[in-house]
Structures are given as C-alpha cells and as structure tokens.
C-alpha cells in the first residue's frame, strides 16, 4: 500500500486572526513599572487563570511588542479587568504612547505594580515563569494579592467592545415589563418593604424608555455603586400579564441609600412579597453557595433552569 503524503496548506494569518476573534474575552490592562520606577502597561485580553494551588494566572505578550523586554525581566506585574465603562481606559493603552498613566487614576502595589482605580478586578503578581510560544510569550504569575470590586467586566468581540449587562438590558422594553435587581453584597442581597412590611427586590415598572434607564434608577435610589452582571431570571405572570426581568448585581460595598442588605437565610418564605420571589431568592441563595448560577425562564409558577456560568 502506498503512502500519499501531502503537504499541508500554508495558514492565512488574517483568516487565523478572525477565528481567534469568534471567541468572547474580557479585556484587561496588564502593567508593571521599569528599573526607574516609570510606570508601564499595555491592552491584552489574552488573559486566563492557569491553577487556584498554587495561584496561577498567564497573558501572552507578542515579542516584537516594545514592552517586551520590560515585562519579561521585570519580575512582577498586574493584571487590571477592565469594568464595562472602561473602553477609555482600554484605548488609552491600547494606543502608542510614551507615558499613558496621566489621563488613569491609579495606586502602586506592594510589589510594585500599578493598580487602575475603578476596575472589575485586579490581580497582583510576581513573575512565576516564562514560556516561550512561537512569535509570543506567556508570563506566568503568581498571584500575591488580589481584589475583586464586583463590577460588570468589559468584553471584546470580533474586534469590537460589548458589555453584556447593558446590552441586555437595552432590548429590553415594553408596557408591561418589571425590572429587578439582585443587588448582592458577600452573603446578604438588598432589600426593601413593601406597604405591608413584606420584603421585596428593588423594582421598576419601565414603560417604554427601556431596561437601562430603570436599572440606572434602580441603582441611584438603592445603592449607586452597583452595576448589573447578567440577567439572572425572566418570567411571566399569567395572572398579571406583567413579564419579570431580573437582573443579578454586585455592590463594592454594604451602604445602601435606601433598604437593607439582609442574609436570605435569616428570612421565612412567607416573609416575602410573593412566592415566586421568594422562589427566585431560595435559588439564588443555594446558587451563591456554590458560585455557579443559572437562568430561569418560564411563569410564575413553573419554568426551568439553564447553566448559565461557575
């Protein structure tokens, strides 16, 4: 039997880039300072965890980039997620310059690495290793510190920027529909009375001016620091004929302007307004306990539940 060998087709390196682009990322600053102490950083969202023992994370650098060099002998860097309003942030270092730091708010680490002010999360390391990988490098990092604010991320898609939470909610609207928003904080969600002292979500009836308005007054009345992450129920109620959209949220603090952040397992079923909120927060409470949630889609009364994300 013969053996056909055929050689395989050069890859067409623009076709390559845009497969590349199918895949959804977040975006993130990555910074370090130089032997001077100047601080440097560039765009990537080439960013993923590697291992949580020990703490591990990567982000692939292009060696012909100028800040090569720099971050490969540096011994410490920074990852900075960038939160959804942060598209400035991400072009002003996205761009060449020659010192992008001025038009940021931003803190030096304890090792040494500039902290952007206002993102999702950042992540403090020291260089763990250097993988060599064709015409880029992967820096590995040992995590020494860490914080997550809690803030929507900032994604990036097919060479453009998409926030998910405010996409969501834009295409949401209609006479009819309610927003909520889950407003969590560690282990407790902000609530609020209703006329009879029952507990109940922060709400909106949004008419026709459309989801992101309503949670926009939701947050400026409840807690104005907080920002939707991802729609975490939607639902009819077939008595009265209103849809329900609620929104899973986050909060850097626990200071509410209005209501209170109260732990659901301090909370009776029949404390709440209605059973499908107190459905929807015996959910939510079992999810969080296991940080992996899903979406539910259906009536009041019955409906199922998609994964969503862990």
Not at 24 to 48: H, K, Q, Y
Not at 60 to 71: G, L, P
Not at 186 to 196: G, N, P, Q, S, Y
Not at 231 to 246: G, L
Request: proline share 4%; hydrophobic share 40%.
């Amino acid at each position: 039997m013969s053996t056909l060998n055929v050689s395989a087709a050069p890859i067409n390196t623009r076709e390559l880039r845009d497969a590349f682009g199918a895949f959804m990322t977040g975006v993130t600053v990555v910074t370090t300072t130089r032997g001077d102490g100047a601080p440097l950083g560039f765009t990537a969202n080439s960013f993923s965890s590697v291992s949580l023992d020990p703490a591990l994370l990567l982000v692939s650098i292009a060696k012909t980039s100028s800040n090569y060099r720099t971050f490969a002998s540096a011994g410490h860097f920074a990852i900075n997620i960038l939160a959804e309003g942060q598209k400035d942030v991400s072009n002003t270092f996205a761009r060449p310059s020659d010192d992008r730091f001025p038009t940021v708010g931003w803190r030096l680490s304890e090792h040494a690495n500039p902290l952007i002010d206002g993102v999702s999360a950042w992540f403090d390391c020291t260089t763990h290793k250097i993988v060599d990988a064709g015409d880029h490098a992967l820096i590995l990092g040992k995590i020494e510190a860490f914080h997550s604010a809690g803030y929507a991320g900032l994604g990036y898609y097919r060479g453009g920027y998409f926030t998910p939470a405010a996409v969501a909610a834009e295409v949401i609207a209609g006479p009819k529909v309610v927003v909520s928003a889950i407003i969590a904080r560690d282990d407790k969600v902000l609530l609020a009375r209703t006329a009879d002292g029952k507990w109940t979500l922060p709400s909106k009836e949004i008419g026709r001016s459309g989801a992101d308005k309503a949670m926009a007054e939701l947050f400026g009345k409840y807690q104005p620091d907080a920002s939707a992450s991802f729609i975490y129920s939607a639902y009819n109620n077939t008595e009265t004929h209103h849809q329900y959209i609620a929104f899973l949220c986050s909060a850097p603090d626990e200071v509410a302007a209005s209501g209170e952040f109260v732990d659901l397992a301090d909370i009776a079923p029949d404390s709440f307004a209605d059973s499908a909120l107190a459905s929807m927060l015996a959910r939510y409470r079992r999810e969080s306990q296991l940080k992996s949630y899903g979406l539910y889609f259906g009536d009041h009364s019955n409906g199922t539940v998609r994964p969503l994300h862990s």
